[in-house]
């Protein structure tokens, strides 16, 4: 059995595959002309974020019979048409949890601490010691947005570092919740109560700019609000003027509506927001976790 893959994987990841005896080919994100001349006789696409897999890509592989994203979302595949085939798609939603978790704690440390602008300041030759002034996160209090994988680990750390926790779900888990010291809370009461925010839904039409101009003039003018989630959750025109007016004292983002974020975007000219590159999945184990369980999963459909 020959399974395509289209993008990069850990090493163990190929192991699995190779061990289970399935011929791999290799190509690295393929775009949609490409991946045509590829799929005629796979059984088995392995993706990141991209490539795109299309109906058009699906409808050209016959003998395709499953899907594997080594990663969290799916928007990249064309669901519809899979299903529509029985085609199976898998992916390792779990493998990037502690990792995302970490990097909006490092976000939050880092707007709190103002790490990013002293750096940039020294650099320039600027010894901006008062600009730098921060505030400690123990005994502030957290706002968990989202009560999932990863915002159960970042309510986790924060519970560890002495913070109060406050978490909003539209699926309260009260059990989950006192394993971490956390009390559930409206939205607004969240927002309104919180000295840092931060993001942990998915993007749905019910989480399109859940972080809108109304729900950031809820906020403290000493709050910071991270997003490590979707872009899209927060509306970037109202945050962009929320940092320059004060409505909010910073912001951690390592997600946009707009993505690479262009070089003249408006939050680049602001010196209370540290910015990212989409890196939050981005470690040596989250790789190697999403690699393998995806792939192990594409052993099991395929050898039944």
């Not at 029985?86 to 995302?100: M, Q």
């Not at 939205?187 to 700019?209: K, N, Q, Y």
């Not at 509306?235 to 997600?255: M, S, Y």
Request: hydrophobic share 45%; no cysteine; glycine share 8%.
């Amino acid at each position: 059995m020959k399974v395509l893959v289209a993008a990069p994987l850990h090493e163990k990841a190929i192991d699995v595959l190779k061990n289970a005896g399935f011929e791999i080919v290799y190509e690295e994100y393929p775009d949609e002309a490409r991946l045509l001349e590829l799929v005629g006789d796979v059984e088995a696409i392995v993706v990141r974020s991209k490539p795109k897999v299309t109906r058009k890509v699906i409808e050209a592989a016959p003998k395709l019979k499953v899907i594997g994203r080594a990663g969290v979302g799916l928007d990249n595949i064309d669901l519809e048409a899979a299903k529509e085939r029985g085609i199976k798609v898998v992916n390792s939603p779990g493998a990037s949890s502690r990792s995302v978790a970490e990097l909006a704690v490092a976000l939050m440390f880092n707007v709190a601490r103002k790490v990013a602008f002293a750096d940039r300041k020294m650099r320039e030759g600027t010894w901006a010691k008062k600009q730098a002034m921060g505030i400690e996160l123990e005994g502030k209090t957290i706002g968990v947005v989202g009560f999932g994988r990863i915002g159960y680990e970042v309510a986790k750390i924060a519970r560890a570092l002495g913070m109060n926790v406050l978490l909003y779900d539209p699926y309260p888990n009260e059990e989950r919740a006192r394993e971490v010291g956390g009390t559930f809370a409206s939205l607004e009461d969240l927002l309104r109560e919180s000295d840092v925010v931060t993001l942990h839904v998915p993007l749905i039409e019910a989480t399109h700019h859940l972080i809108n101009e109304e729900r950031l003039r809820l906020m403290k003018p000493t709050a910071i609000l991270i997003n490590a989630a979707r872009g899209a959750v927060v509306d970037t025109e109202a945050l962009v003027k929320a940092l320059q007016e004060g409505w909010i004292a910073g912001a951690g983002l390592d997600v946009f509506e707009e993505e690479p974020l262009p070089a003249d975007h408006p939050l680049t000219k602001l010196d209370n927001v540290v910015l990212t590159p989409h890196i939050g999945a981005s470690t040596v184990e989250a790789q190697m976790r999403a690699g393998v369980q995806v792939v192990e999963q594409i052993v099991e459909v395929l050898k039944g």
